[in-house]
């Protein structure tokens, strides 16, 4: 059996794995990064409605770019963690400094955090 990773689009068949996931982050007190796992998921089919919206650029805020987020799963469909990527970035950013905020779990207490600069 293969123990892979593979990264997935949010979707509503992950809310007990999700919730899961979401808890235990909370229990850790560990800053949530990237930014969108600490939406709240206690309407977990809104939340992942406005996970698909912000990758479509809809309803968002003046001045924000449209962003995909993904979740990190291992091969029993438990979630590791999760990325955001924004679409575009303005010129400022770009020169200035580009980040990429990849969060996972290598085991349940033990969270390492990847920054890419």
Known sequence: MCECLYLTKPKVGLKNEYLSFYKEWVESGEDMVPWVIQKDPR????MVQFLIDNSEGVDLPE???PDSTYWLIDHNERILGAVNIRH???IFYVI???ILDMVFV???DERVMLRNY
Not at 43 to 46: L, P, Q, Y
């Open 106 to 108: 290598r085991q349940r």
């Open 43 to 46: 309407n977990f089919e809104e």
């Open 63 to 65: 001045g924000l770019v």
């Open 88 to 90: 575009q970035l303005k």
């Open 96 to 98: 200035v400094v580009v």
